[in-house]
Each structure stands twice: as structure tokens, then as C-alpha cells.
């Protein structure tokens, strides 16, 4: 085993010695082997968080969302619907929301505004909270009064009791809380009713079973389900994700063509140099295994520098490449770090896929060569 290692310490030290000696070609092929490395994995990486995400923001949401459709459309939940929600057995809790959209025609962008249901969220009439995005893009601060016109045409004084923190921009930006009572009279909505209701199931087992007797009792209603939210939300980092992949797709195209002309054969110095190796004893075998270190080591060196680049890119410099594209656009674009997320799977996936195939291009020309005569590879 000791005299196997060592024989493969002098063929790594051959191979590197040999790399050095096109050193320019070597480098051109690292740089755009690592380029290629670094979109493939850039994306994989920003989808990846992004998804995380997803999930985390997710966790804390209600298990059932009941709306009420009206010819096809959204509409107002009426009163009574709360009670008669309590008597459906499996549901732990229920709560009547208050939401909505409004659009700002000053710097043309839509706020969500809500009103929070508990106690410790409480805000005082006559205040609002925002978002982060939207006090930036208004210049917006504690203390300053914003004035908005209500659903009834009336111009409406808030004062900016406070800015959410900066933490929170991904869920927050275009975020307005006030008071119910606020709520209601700026959208001029009529007492006991809500945009929705928040329902929470003790068994997740049974959310699908609690979600099938809304759709029964209230045939007036839909019933959405946390997990079909998530799934929404996969669909369209995947649908993002594979518009970035679709674009690289020049990029993968030419290194396919790079591995095919590889595996086609080899260039008239390296079959020279198999020669004059295999002239001064070199066996078959070795020949095979001084190459295929060469490639390897090109491989495994291209993917290293092309993912640990696009670690950087994405969780360092805000994925400034691609974000556009991955993270959607909007007036109120939020600003938000993401948090190191790492998939060894899609890890191990990426590496099958960009090292392998050319690692494993260059042994059947390398065969070819490395049982000719001699003689007759030099010449």
C-alpha cells in the first residue's frame, strides 16, 4: 500500500510539472471550466437559500386560510362565519384578518396594509408602522406624518409611530400596520367583517380532513393550505431558477462541446509526450493514470474556485449577478442578507456533473495513445 501511495505522489508530481508546462492553455481551460462552475452553482446556491427561506418564514403561519368567493373573486368574510368555523371539529383556534392592498400613486407602488389581532402588536389610532423599503422610498422616519387618501376619498393623517427592522425586509417591506379601527375606516369596511380567517388544526394530520369539511360546510369558501403555499412558492424559484439556467445554457453547450473535442483525441504534444514516456518505460497504466490525475486535478481545482466563488457572490455580495431575475422585480425592492444554506446532495449533484464528464473524456483517447507503438506516436 506504501509503495502504491508513493508511486502515485510521483505521478501527481509529474502531472503538475506537466501543467506547468502549458501553463497557458491550462489557464485559459481553469478560467472558463470555473466560470462555468461558478453561474451553475450561483444559482443552485441563491434558489437554494431562497427556498430555505421560504420554509422558515412559513413555520409560523396558520395551518388553513379560509377565504370567501364571490363569482370567482376574493370577497369579505361576513359575520357569523367565526362561530360557526369553532364548531368544526379538529379546528383549535380561529381568527378574523384584516388586510389589503393599497396603491400609492406617488412613487406608483402597492402597500399591504393590515392590522394586527393581538395584544402585544396593538398600535394606538392615528399611528402606523411601516416596512423598511417603503420609509426609504418615502424618507420616512419616527415621528414624521404621512398622509394618504382612504377608499372613501378622504386625505387621512398617519403618524409613523416606527420603522420595522431592518431584519424583517424580506416579509416587511411594503408593510403598513395600524389599528382596526383605522383599518376599517380608511378601506371603508363594514363592522364584523374580515378579508380572511387564520385557522390553527391541533393534529397536522388532519388539516387536509379539517380543510375538506370547509369546503363542505361553506361551499362559498376556499380553503388553502399552508403546504400549498410552500409548493407555490417552490414553483416559482424553480420556474426562476430554470429561466437563469436556460440562459447559462450557451455556456453548458460549449463545455459539452469542450469534453466531446476532448474525448475526440488528443493534441500533437501530448501524444508526442505519451511517446517519449512510453520510450523510456513507462507503462500503459501509468500513462492512463498520469492523465487522468491531470484532469482531475484541472476538474476538482475548477470546481473549488467556481463554488467558493459563488459562495461569496451569493451569501456575501447579495447575488448581485442574478438577483434580479431569481429574486422578481418591484418598486419596493426589499433588501435582505440570506443565510448560508449548503445541500450536500445538490453539492454532490453539481460536482457529478461538471468534474466527472471531463475527467472521464480524457481516458479513451489517452488509451488510444498510450498503446500505439511508440515509434509511431512520435513520428
Known sequence: MKIWIEKQKYLIDYTLASLARRKVKNAGLLVVYSVLVFVLASVMLFTHALRHEARTVLEGAPE????????????????????????????????????????????????????????????????????????????????????????????????????????????????????????????DMPAGHFTDIALRVANPQEVRNVAAKLAAQFPDSRPILREEILRTYESIFNWREGIVLLLSSLAVLAFVIFAWDKASGLAADEKREIGILKAIGWETGDVIRMKFWEAALISVFAFLIGYLAAYVHVFHLASALFAPVLKGWAVLYPRFKLSPVIDGLQVATLFFFTVFPYAAATLVPIWRAAITDPDAVMR
Open 64 to 187: 388553513v386560510v379560509l377565504q370567501r368567493m364571490v363569482a370567482g373573486r376574493h370577497d369579505l368574510i361576513p359575520p357569523g362565519y367565526l362561530e360557526r368555523l369553532g364548531r368544526i371539529r379538529g379546528v383549535q383556534s380561529q381568527e378574523g384578518r384584516l388586510w389589503g392592498y393599497y396603491y400609492d400613486s406617488v412613487v406608483k407602488a402597492n402597500y399591504t396594509f393590515m392590522a394586527p389581532n393581538t395584544e402585544a402588536e396593538a398600535i394606538a389610532p392615528g399611528n402606523i408602522v411601516v416596512g423598511p423599503a417603503m420609509a426609504r422610498v418615502r424618507g420616512l422616519a419616527a415621528g414624521d406624518v404621512l398622509t394618504l387618501r382612504a377608499y372613501t376619498g378622504k386625505l387621512t393623517r398617519f403618524t409613523v409611530a416606527r420603522i420595522l427592522p431592518q431584519d424583517s425586509e424580506l416579509v416587511s417591506a411594503d408593510l403598513v400596520l395600524m389599528s382596526s379601527d383605522d383599518f376599517r375606516s380608511f378601506f
